[in-house]
């Protein structure tokens, strides 16, 4: 029997986080922005050096997304739509100063933790001090707003009735997967990255003519489903050294680059059925061999699992 622990925080209500789903595209949050506060959670509950806390572990995280408004403007004959910024405050001599355009959106999420490493008796303990450590927090650089009542649960792998109170957490919402096949089912035909991930989020339009002469226009795209440009990690492009005044003068430092593939979001009750656990859990992997840190679904991460 293999029991896993999960920490849920609910419909998290997130107001201005940072809408840069990757260095070439708006939306979504990173996957690494969310896998950075969970890790900023487990830091700061290790910093308070509770005996009973001092074991905690998290090891992957599953996000849903309940509700989501990208904070763009297009108006009447407009063809693309336009950042709606904020403005910094006035300068001196009474200039608007320069600033860099950061696209921003208000969001509901729930956040489906595994941990390890916690004794059952101080779960109690668990639940106040996430519950302190989050309001105090930003998430994907946003504001929290509100949040419902966090709770731990129980899931057994053996039970496949199990995942069900879990699940139900995540609705109404769409959780968000690793659809890395798609890039290299393209790739295998000799399609180059990047072109591997624009085929399948361009939007073809095509028109067709009757006999009358009435044109109809229809629009499709290469995959079904709701399919997304995400970021999953890094790659570093230097040597892995020291450097001049870095804030942490004892960790190596090097340049990196962003990851991107192709991320699907599904809904979630779908998980238990089309989907697994594993597949809809994200957690570190990093590749020295390779220079690459990155945030991967279990599934990918541990096949043997699936």
Avoid at 78 to 94: E, F, M, Q, R
Wanted: glycine share 4%; charged share 25%.
């Amino acid at each position: 029997m293999s029991i896993k622990r999960f920490l849920v925080l609910p419909h998290l209500k997130i107001h201005n986080a940072n809408a840069m789903s990757s260095p070439y595209t708006i939306g979504f949050p990173a996957m690494t922005a969310w896998l950075g506060a969970v890790h900023a959670i487990e830091r700061k509950m290790h910093a308070l050096n509770l005996s009973e806390l001092n074991s905690l572990r998290f090891l992957s995280t599953a996000i849903s997304c309940h509700d989501f408004d990208l904070q763009t403007y297009r108006g009447e004959n407009d063809y693309v739509s336009s950042i709606v910024s904020t403005a910094n405050p006035l300068d001196k001599d009474g200039n608007r100063p320069a600033f860099v355009e950061e696209a921003r959106c208000h969001l509901e999420v729930t956040l489906l933790i595994e941990c390890v490493g916690l004794d059952p008796d101080h779960d109690a303990i668990l639940l106040e001090q996430v519950d302190n450590i989050c309001k105090s927090m930003k998430f994907a650089s946003g504001d929290l707003l509100a949040m419902k009542k966090q709770q731990l649960f129980t899931f057994d792998e053996d039970d496949e009735t199990a995942y069900q109170p879990i699940v139900r957490h995540l609705m109404l919402g769409h959780v968000l997967i690793e659809r890395r096949d798609l890039m290299a089912a393209e790739m295998k035909q000799g399609a180059d990255a990047l072109d591997a991930m624009l085929n399948h989020l361009k939007i073809m339009h095509r028109s067709t003519q009757d006999d009358n002469g009435k044109v109809t226009w229809s629009s499709s795209r290469k995959a079904k489903g709701w399919i997304v440009p995400i970021s999953v990690g890094f790659q570093g492009i230097s040597p892995l050294e020291k450097a001049i005044e870095q804030r942490d003068p004892e960790t190596p430092h090097r340049f990196a680059e962003a990851v991107l593939t192709l991320g699907e979001f599904v809904l979630a009750y779908k998980v238990g059925d089309d989907y697994s656990i594993e597949d809809i859990l994200w957690q570190y992997q990093s590749d020295t061999e390779n220079d690459l840190y990155l945030c991967q679904t279990q599934s990918i991460t541990n096949p043997g699992n699936v």
